[in-house]
């Protein structure tokens, strides 16, 4: 069966320091993959996905992840955290239906929070 | 343009009733989907709409659950005779078709079993 899996529960950073969120799935196939934050009061937002081709991924804010097929991992990552990153973050696969459709596997949840 | 809707924002129910919830997709997105997302389980996959294709289901975690979609718009997850451990919050989500395109989500239902 498909999983995801974040080892990190909570994370802290300093502000400006750099960020790594790690992320395991497990899937038999390709696997189609995103990252998802959440803020406060806030609906999921995507960050980013990936789904073929170059296995390093840009998305929104300034953040990137690698795919590594060889691990399993799809970390998350960030040169400089700003304050305004505190939230949780969701790394998911997607499984895909007869219909092209899919459905979101989510994993546990990384909750960062940003030092001064 | 607007996002996901989703109402009510909170809903307290005692347990043993009923309770419906409503989520108004991205105008033009035909695939809809609907998640949980609670303390002890993380987030949940429900149920997926897509176009007039029966939907998903094989995520709803009992028969007390069910959801419908109406003209390929609107949907409505209904809950009947509700359990405190049915207490999360409910997301909706929406995408223009496929898995490889964006699922956008509401700010979901917070429902509280007493």
């Known amino acids: 069966a498909q999983s995801v899996t974040q080892p990190d529960i909570h994370i802290t950073v300093s502000e400006g320091a750099s960020l790594e969120l790690r992320c395991n799935y497990s899937?038999?196939?390709?696997?189609?993959l995103f990252w998802y934050v959440q803020s406060p009061g806030q609906g999921l937002q995507l960050l980013l996905k990936?789904?073929?081709?170059?296995?390093l991924v840009q998305g929104i804010k300034g953040f990137e992840a690698e795919f590594k097929r060889s691990q399993s991992s799809f970390n998350l990552r960030k040169p400089s955290v700003h304050w305004s990153d505190a939230a949780e973050y969701f790394c998911?696969?997607?499984?895909?239906?007869?219909?092209?459709?899919?459905?979101?596997?989510f994993g546990q949840g990384t909750e960062l929070s940003v030092k001064p | 343009g607007a996002g996901v809707s989703q109402s009510p924002s909170n809903k307290v129910t005692e347990k043993g009733k009923d309770v419906e919830l409503r989520c108004d997709p991205i105008?033009?997105?035909?695939?809809l989907y609907w998640y949980r997302q609670s303390l002890g389980q993380g987030l949940e996959f429900l149920i997926y709409?897509?176009?007039?294709?029966?939907?998903?289901k094989s995520g709803l975690p009992s028969d007390r659950f069910s959801a419908e979609r109406t003209g390929g718009s609107v949907s409505t997850l209904t809950i009947q005779r509700t359990q405190q451990e049915d207490s999360a919050v409910y997301l909706c989500?929406?995408?223009?078709?496929?898995?490889?395109?964006?699922?956008?989500f509401g700010p979901g239902t917070r429902l509280t079993v007493l």
């Open positions: 989500a929406s995408s223009l078709a496929g898995l490889t395109d964006t699922q956008y």
């Open positions: 899937y038999g196939a390709t696997p189609y």
């Open positions: 990936y789904f073929s081709g170059d296995t």
């Open positions: 998911a696969v997607g499984t895909l239906f007869y219909n092209q459709g899919g459905k979101l596997i």
């Open positions: 105008s033009g997105h035909t695939a």
């Open positions: 709409f897509q176009g007039n294709s029966a939907p998903d």
